[in-house]
C-alpha cells in the first residue's frame, strides 16, 4: 500500500504551526509520515526544529547544507528534492516568492509522482485559489494540482460575505462588499518588520482596491461569481491580530437576530463580546492548538448592526494564519484521501470555538 507522506516546506508563522498539528493529529487524518524542509541552519531556530523532530517530523535540507545543520545539533534524515520526491503532498509555507521560485526549480520536476502542491498567501498564480468552506468543489474533481491557499484576511472576508449575503441567496443577493483590513504590523515570533506607527496603504488595484477584495473575489470567481467587493488596508503597530471592518450591502431584507443566527449556524465562524485583540489573542494562545485558532473569523458581537434592513456592517478578527492552516490541511487530505477527507478531517472539530 502507498504510504501517505506529507512534506512541509518552511517553518515560519504557518509552517510550524502547521507541521506540529500534521505530526499531532498523524493518525486520526491517515498521515503515515511527516517531513519538513529547513533552508537555513540558524542557531535561533534550533529549539524548534528540535521540538518538531520530537514530534516524529523528519527533517530534509539542501545537500550543500547538512554539515551545517549538523554542526548545530539538528540532523537532516533527507535531502530537498529527495523529501519532494518521495511525498505524496508538498506544503510550500515559505515567504512571498519563493513558492512560485520552488514550484519551477523543484515542483514541476515532479509532478507525475506527487499528487499536490500547495502554496500560501500571496502566490497569485501558483495554482487554483481555494478556501475551506468556500469553495470545496475545486478539490473534488482532482484536477486541480496545484493550489493557492488564499491569506488570512481573504479567508476572513470570503467568510463574512458567504455567510451573510450569499449562502441560501446565491451570489445576486450582493450588491456590494466594502471592506478596512486593520492589519497587524509582524507576528509576535517573528524579529523585524515592527512599525513605530500606523500606516495607510494604497489602492493597488482599480476595481478591488487591496488585494485583499481582490483575491476574494477570484476565489469566488472559481464557483462563477462575479462580485462586487473592495478593500482597503492598513497596518498598526500590535503584534496581535488583524481587524476587519465590513459592510455588505444586500438585495434581500435582513434583521440583526437573522445575522446573529447566520454566524451561529457556520460552524468556522467563532462569536466573542471581547473587543481587543489583546484577549482574544490570549485565549487562543492559551486554549488553541500551538497557539492558533482555526476558526476562519471572530465575529464581535455587540459590534454587528443592520441599517434600513439591506446594509450589514461589523468587526471581526482574523485569526493569525488558523484559518490557512485548515485549508491546507482539508486541501492535502483531498488528495491523500480523494472520497473519505471530509471525515478524516473531522478529527479537528476539538480544535474550533463557538465562542470565544
Keep these: 500500500m502507498e504510504r501517505k507522506i506529507v512534506h512541509v516546506v518552511g517553518t515560519g508563522t504557518i509552517g510550524e504551526p502547521l507541521i506540529g498539528l500534521l505530526c499531532d493529529y498523524r493518525d486520526?487524518?491517515?498521515?503515515?509520515?511527516?517531513?519538513?524542509?529547513?533552508?537555513?541552519?540558524?542557531?535561533?531556530?534550533?529549539?524548534?526544529?528540535?521540538?518538531?523532530?520530537?514530534?516524529?517530523?523528519?527533517?530534509?535540507?539542501?545537500?550543500?547544507?547538512?554539515?551545517?545543520?549538523?554542526?548545530?545539533?539538528?540532523?537532516?534524515e533527507l535531502e530537498t528534492e529527495e523529501a519532494i520526491g518521495r511525498a505524496s503532498v508538498v506544503i510550500d509555507c515559505t515567504p512571498s516568492g519563493v513558492g512560485h521560485q520552488n514550484k519551477e526549480r523543484y515542483y514541476?520536476?515532479?509532478?507525475?509522482?506527487?499528487?499536490?502542491?500547495?502554496?500560501?498567501?500571496?502566490?497569485?498564480?501558483?495554482?487554483?485559489?481555494?478556501?475551506?468552506?468556500?469553495?470545496?468543489?475545486?478539490?473534488?474533481?482532482?484536477?486541480?494540482?496545484?493550489?493557492?491557499?488564499?491569506?488570512?484576511?481573504?479567508h476572513n472576508i470570503s467568510c463574512i460575505t458567504n455567510t451573510l449575503a450569499l449562502d441560501g441567496h446565491g451570489p445576486e443577493n450582493l450588491k456590494e462588499g466594502r471592506f478596512v483590513c486593520v492589519r497587524r504590523a509582524n507576528d509576535t515570533s517573528q524579529a523585524g518588520g515592527f512599525i513605530p506607527a500606523p500606516a495607510v496603504g494604497g489602492h493597488s488595484d482599480e476595481m478591488f482596491g487591496s488585494h485583499?477584495?481582490?483575491?476574494?473575489?477570484?476565489?469566488?470567481?472559481?464557483?462563477?461569481?462575479?462580485?462586487?467587493?473592495?478593500?482597503?488596508?492598513?497596518?498598526?503597530?500590535?503584534?496581535?491580530?488583524?481587524?476587519?471592518?465590513?459592510?455588505?450591502?444586500?438585495?434581500?431584507?435582513?434583521?440583526l437576530n437573522e445575522v446573529k443566527d447566520r454566524l451561529a449556524a457556520n460552524d468556522l465562524v467563532a462569536m466573542?463580546?471581547?473587543?481587543?485583540?489583546?484577549?482574544?489573542?490570549?485565549?487562543?494562545?492559551?486554549?488553541?492548538?500551538?497557539?492558533?485558532?482555526?476558526?476562519?473569523?471572530?465575529?464581535?458581537?455587540?459590534?454587528?448592526?443592520?441599517?434600513?434592513?439591506?446594509?450589514?456592517?461589523?468587526?471581526?478578527?482574523?485569526?493569525?494564519?488558523?484559518?490557512?492552516?485548515?485549508?491546507?490541511?482539508?486541501?492535502?487530505?483531498?488528495?491523500?484521501y480523494p472520497h473519505s477527507y471530509e471525515d478524516k478531517i473531522q478529527c479537528l472539530n476539538e480544535l474550533f470555538f463557538d465562542e470565544i
Design 28 to 76: 486520526q487524518l491517515g498521515i503515515d509520515e511527516v517531513t519538513f524542509n529547513k533552508n537555513s541552519p540558524l542557531r535561533s531556530d534550533r529549539s524548534k526544529v528540535i521540538d518538531l523532530l520530537k514530534r516524529g517530523a523528519r527533517l530534509a535540507v539542501g545537500e550543500d547544507k547538512v554539515e551545517g545543520f549538523k554542526v548545530l545539533g539538528m540532523d537532516p
Design 108 to 154: 514541476h520536476k515532479f509532478d507525475d509522482k506527487v499528487k499536490g502542491f500547495m502554496a500560501q498567501g500571496s502566490e497569485d498564480g501558483f495554482g487554483v485559489k481555494y478556501a475551506r468552506g468556500i469553495n470545496d468543489s475545486v478539490l473534488k474533481n482532482g484536477d486541480n494540482q496545484f493550489i493557492q491557499v488564499v491569506s488570512c484576511n481573504t
Design 212 to 255: 485583499h477584495a481582490k483575491d476574494a473575489s477570484e476565489l469566488f470567481a472559481t464557483l462563477g461569481y462575479e462580485l462586487n467587493l473592495f478593500s482597503s488596508a492598513m497596518k498598526v503597530n500590535s503584534q496581535y491580530m488583524h481587524v476587519l471592518w465590513f459592510a455588505l450591502k444586500t438585495k434581500e431584507p435582513t434583521n
Design 272 to 336: 466573542t463580546t471581547k473587543n481587543m485583540t489583546s484577549t482574544v489573542y490570549s485565549f487562543g494562545r492559551d486554549h488553541g492548538h500551538f497557539g492558533r485558532i482555526l476558526n476562519q473569523t471572530v465575529v464581535v458581537e455587540q459590534s454587528l448592526h443592520v441599517r434600513n434592513e439591506h446594509e450589514i456592517y461589523g468587526f471581526c478578527f482574523t485569526p493569525q494564519d488558523g484559518n490557512s492552516i485548515l485549508s491546507s490541511i482539508s486541501a492535502a487530505e483531498r488528495f491523500l
